[in-house]
T-cell receptor, first 114, second 109 residues
Framework: GAVVSQHPSWVICKSGTSVKIECRSLDFQATTMFWYRQFPKQSLMLMATSNEGSKATYEQGVEKDKFLINHASLTLSTLTVTSAHPEDSSFYIC??????????FGPGTRLTVL | EDQVTQSPEALRLQEGESSSLNCSYTVSGLRGLFWYRQDPGKGPEFLFTLYSAGEEKEKERLKATLTKKESFLHITAPKPEDSATYLCAVHSTGNQFYFGTGTSLTVIP
């Protein structure tokens, strides 16, 4: 199956700092990637759809100025959590469809904000 | 309102005790229904895609089926390594993805 990677796998930062998470499609090109957040024992919550070469589409209630998304190439999307606070601590997962209906997920990034 | 509901929330099985997980959905139009396995601290791992009622797919001890209202993930003679959370997701004709909250499966040796 298609491979999606994320970096870093975990990050700990101080409150007020910004954190960048990378999502890469390793063996296919993805014009669209998706960013999810998952709290403990809860399902995935779609945050935004990342579109190569254009602005991301954010779900209702997700602050676009706080969660900056850049889809700079057909294999890379980045999510930057700006001025992170403890309530932003979560598991962030990206996914990409290699061309069909299926989505393939990255391994996730655990963000802890102190 | 489009939604996906999974049941039960949690399931404990003895090794070898077969069972089924349910995913009920209501969407305006179905493009595909997906099953994923998620281990703690990891991203979901793709298992199956089903596109139309009556379709079935199998992989080792897992078998997924689909009707017009729900999908079942049958687990035959499960082993402890099958313990995980199983997620169901639906892709609608409106190009939206809806995830269920998952079923946490524990298989006891």
């Amino acid at each position: 199956g298609a491979v999606v990677s994320q970096h870093p796998s975990w990050v700990i930062c101080k409150s007020g700092t910004s954190v960048k998470i990378e999502c890469r499609s390793l063996d296919f090109q993805a014009t669209t990637m998706f960013w999810y957040r998952q709290f403990p024992k809860q399902s995935l919550m779609l945050m935004a759809t990342s579109n190569e070469g254009s602005k991301a589409t954010y779900e209702q209630g997700v602050e676009k100025d706080k969660f900056l998304i850049n889809h700079a190439s057909l294999t890379l999307s980045t999510l930057t959590v700006t001025s992170a606070h403890p309530e932003d601590s979560s598991f962030y997962i990206c996914s990409a469809p290699p061309g069909g209906n299926e989505q393939f997920f990255g391994p996730g990034t655990r963000l802890t904000v102190l | 309102e489009d939604q996906v509901t999974q049941s039960p929330e949690a399931l404990r099985l003895q090794e070898g005790e077969s069972s089924s997980l349910n995913c009920s959905y209501t969407v305006s139009g179905l493009r595909g229904l997906f099953w994923y396995r998620q281990d703690p601290g990891k991203g979901p791992e793709f298992l199956f895609t089903l596109y139309s009622a009556g379709e079935e797919k199998e992989k080792e001890r897992l078998k997924a089926t689909l009707t017009k209202k729900e999908s079942f993930l049958h687990i035959t003679a499960p082993k402890p390594e099958d313990s995980a959370t199983y997620l169901c997701a639906v892709h609608s004709t409106g190009n939206q993805f809806y995830f269920g909250t998952g079923t946490s499966l524990t298989v006891i040796p």
